[in-house]
């Protein structure tokens, strides 16, 4: 069974949930070390002074906020105990929101809420009434020891709680250049509108993989037994050179279609062979 966050409460009105936190993802990055190419020895960091150029002891370093060119404010850990937001345990729910008025950009990492058993009538008539209303809770949260913006969402038989970043953490888009709104040549926005349509389908987030990972991990399994994986073939690049758009969109509609009459092809003979097996006598 995971190991829960922290045991604390869902608190909104006079109203009080015990939950647990419940990490919601796993991530499976690989994780390399660097190693010395000549005898394969695994490369340490080491912490050197830039002033006397000496390895510096954990116990000799401190932390240094720079306000100028070179110029710190240093703070100990006491420092930061006195300002650290009280570890509260609990979900401190400030508001209600309509989902569709938050930003997705602003959504950053999911946890579960799962009620304790004591508290599971609240839990499920919380979950039922947000989606009753199609809101979810806006709350503070703290999470090893710092405070977090976060929306309580239900999500089938569970609410989630997913962390947000906090206004000034998202960089604004005017800082880049984009294209101007404008209105699209009406035979273009045609076709770009029946590519989308040829390309629509449900979202079924069970069809996609880490395929670059699977790979990597093919490989090295490869190595460790002593053979070696093929190259693969390298995509070739796009021209540079320009193109018509319109040309470029017809004949993207035109893959596409031929994709989709494929997978209509591949489910209409798959059909038949799952209606056989359903008519097959007991044995």
């Not at 006079?14 to 990490?23: F, M, S």
């Not at 796993?26 to 390895?55: A, M, P, W, Y």
């Not at 009434?129 to 569970?158: Q, T, Y």
């Amino acid at each position: 069974m995971a190991h829960a966050i922290w045991s604390g409460a869902i608190n909104f009105g006079l109203v009080t949930i015990p939950v647990k936190l419940q990490t919601a993802i796993r991530t499976k990055d690989l994780r390399f070390n660097f190693l010395h190419k000549k005898d394969e020895g695994r490369i340490q960091n080491v912490r050197t002074c830039s002033v006397c150029d000496k390895e510096v002891p954990w116990d000799e370093i401190e932390r240094g906020y720079e306000f100028e060119k070179g110029q710190y404010v240093t703070l100990s850990d006491e420092d930061f105990k006195r300002v650290n937001p009280e570890a509260t345990q609990s979900v401190d729910i400030v508001q209600f929101v309509e989902l569709s008025e938050i930003n997705p950009m602003y959504f950053d990492r999911p946890y579960y809420l799962e009620p304790e058993k004591r508290g599971k009538h609240a839990y499920a008539l919380l979950r039922e009434a947000l989606v009753a209303e199609n809101k979810v809770g806006i709350a503070r949260v703290v999470i090893r020891s710092k405070e977090h913006l976060a929306a309580l969402k239900p999500n089938g038989d569970a609410l989630v709680l997913e962390l947000m970043h906090f206004a000034d953490e998202i960089v604004d888009q005017d800082t880049f250049e984009f294209p101007a709104r404008e209105k699209p040549a009406p035979n273009e926005m045609k076709v770009a509108k029946m590519l989308i349509d040829t390309m629509s389908e449900p979202f079924d987030v069970s069809k996609f993989r880490d395929k670059y990972r699977e790979e990597v991990m093919a490989m090295i399994e490869a190595r460790a037994a002593g053979k070696e994986v093929p190259q693969a073939k390298a995509k070739p690049a796009t021209p540079g050179k320009v193109v018509n758009l319109m040309d470029v969109l017809q004949r993207s509609l035109e893959q596409s279609k031929g994709r989709s009459t494929g997978r209509g092809a591949e489910a209409a003979e798959e059909k038949p062979r799952r209606t056989a097996r359903r008519k097959r006598p007991a044995a």
